[in-house]
C-alpha cells in the first residue's frame, strides 16, 4: 500500500501516518522529520536545511526529492511507505509520479485532511509549548500556511484529477478520524 498525506501544518499527518504505519507495519516516511535528524546531527544536508526551516520556507526540491528518492530505495519500503510532508509542490509532485512509475509500484491513496485555517492556528500555537521546535514562531507560523495554500494546495486539485484524492475531515477525536481513513482505503 503506497500513501500520501496532504494537508496544511497541524492537520494531524504524523499522528495519523504513525497510526496506519504501525497498523499496515510499513513505514512512514516524514520529510520533516529526516530533515530535523540532519539538523540536530548538524550533517552538510541539516546545515543547508536549517535556515529555510526557521523561517518557515521549503526545503528547495532537489534536494528533498534527492532524499526521498535515496528513501524509497531502501527494503523497508517494499511492501508499502506512507509519506507525510511530500510532495509539497507540484515539482515534488511530479518527480514522485516519475519515480513511481519507474519503480513500478503507483500511489494508490492521497489522504487529504481538511482543518480550518482557525483550528490550525491554535493548534500550532499550542504545539509550540509542548516541543518546542524551532519553526513553530508566529512568524513562521504564519509563512508556513501561506507556503501551505501557494505552493501545496494546488497538489489537491493534481491528485483529484488522477483520482486518487480521499478527503477526511480531520476535525474529531484521534480515534475517530483513523477509523475514516481506514473506511476508504
Ligand atoms: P509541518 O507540516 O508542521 O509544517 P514538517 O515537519 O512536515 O512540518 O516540515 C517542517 C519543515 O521542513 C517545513 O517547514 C520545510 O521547511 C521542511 N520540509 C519538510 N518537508 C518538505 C518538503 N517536501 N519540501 C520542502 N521542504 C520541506
Do not use: W
Not at 160 to 175: K, N, P
Request: aromatic content about 4%; proline content about 4%.
Amino acid at each position: 500500500m503506497n500513501l500520501i498525506f496532504l494537508g496544511p501544518p497541524g492537520a494531524g499527518k504524523g499522528t495519523q501516518g504513525h497510526r496506519l504505519s504501525a497498523r499496515y507495519n510499513i513505514p512512514e516516511i516524514s520529510t520533516g522529520d529526516i530533515l530535523r535528524a540532519a539538523v540536530h546531527q548538524a550533517t552538510p544536508l541539516g546545515l543547508e536545511a536549517k535556515g529555510y526551516m526557521d523561517r518557515g520556507a521549503l526545503v528547495p526540491d532537489e534536494i528533498i526529492i534527492g532524499i526521498v528518492r535515496e528513501r524509497l530505495a531502501q527494503d523497508d519500503t517494499n511492501h508499502g511507505f506512507i509519506l507525510d510532508g511530500f510532495p509539497r509542490t507540484l515539482a515534488q509532485a511530479e518527480a514522485l509520479t516519475q519515480l513511481s512509475k519507474e519503480q513500478n509500484r503507483p500511489i494508490e491513496h492521497v489522504i487529504s485532511i481538511e482543518v480550518s485555517a482557525e483550528e490550525l492556528l491554535q493548534r500550532l500555537t499550542g504545539r509550540r509549548q509542548l516541543e518546542g521546535r524551532h519553526d513553530d514562531t508566529d512568524e513562521a507560523i504564519r509563512h508556513r500556511l501561506e507556503v501551505y495554500q501557494r505552493e501545496t494546495a494546488p497538489l489537491i486539485d493534481y491528485y483529484r484529477q488522477q483520482g486518487l484524492l480521499r478527503c477526511i475531515v480531520g476535525v474529531g477525536t484521534i480515534d475517530d478520524i483513523s477509523q475514516c481513513i481506514i473506511a476508504v482505503l
